[in-house]
């Protein structure tokens, strides 16, 4: 599991698990952060946990192309976590690098990769849904910590 651990770190996209097999956190792709999604100035992130359809459709539009599947959720069965970047002309990429179950509770790392700059704005989202029974999830990312009560 340390080797997973340092790939994902390095860049190599490895997610390493800690945590019974039905028990896991499912990517979504198909959505955009909508533009009235207000991050704290102190910030370049911002973490989420939504339980709900109509909390859902407040913060994601859906991004349906020619070339893409959007995902749906299940609410009666899962949360959705969400890790966004504030606007930025720099294209920025969220990526997991573990995760693992304790009890109720679930523990996040991930990072950010800088791309190019752009001549237009844009904001990072990692979507992924979890276990409805999890109750807090902590984000870490590099020295930063965030605790968000799943409600």
Request: hydrophobic fraction near 35%; charge should be neutral.
């Amino acid at each position: 599991m340390i080797f997973f651990l340092i790939a994902g770190l390095m860049g190599y996209g490895s997610i390493a698990y800690a945590g019974p097999p039905e028990k896991r956190v499912e990517e979504l792709s198909g959505y955009f952060v909508k533009n009235t999604v207000k991050f704290d100035n102190n910030y370049d992130f911002k973490h989420l946990t939504v339980t709900n359809q109509e909390d859902f459709d407040h913060y994601f539009g859906v991004a349906q192309t020619m070339q893409n599947q959007v995902d749906k959720v299940n609410f009666a069965e899962n949360s959705v976590i969400a890790i966004m970047t504030k606007p930025s002309e720099i294209e920025k990429k969220t990526e997991l690098v573990y995760y693992e179950f304790d009890g109720n509770s679930l523990f996040i790392l991930y990072q950010i990769i800088n791309g190019d700059k752009k001549t237009y704005q844009s904001t990072s989202l990692y979507l992924a849904s979890i276990p409805k029974n999890i109750t807090r999830v902590k984000f870490k990312y590099r020295d930063n910590i965030g605790i968000v009560d799943v409600k």
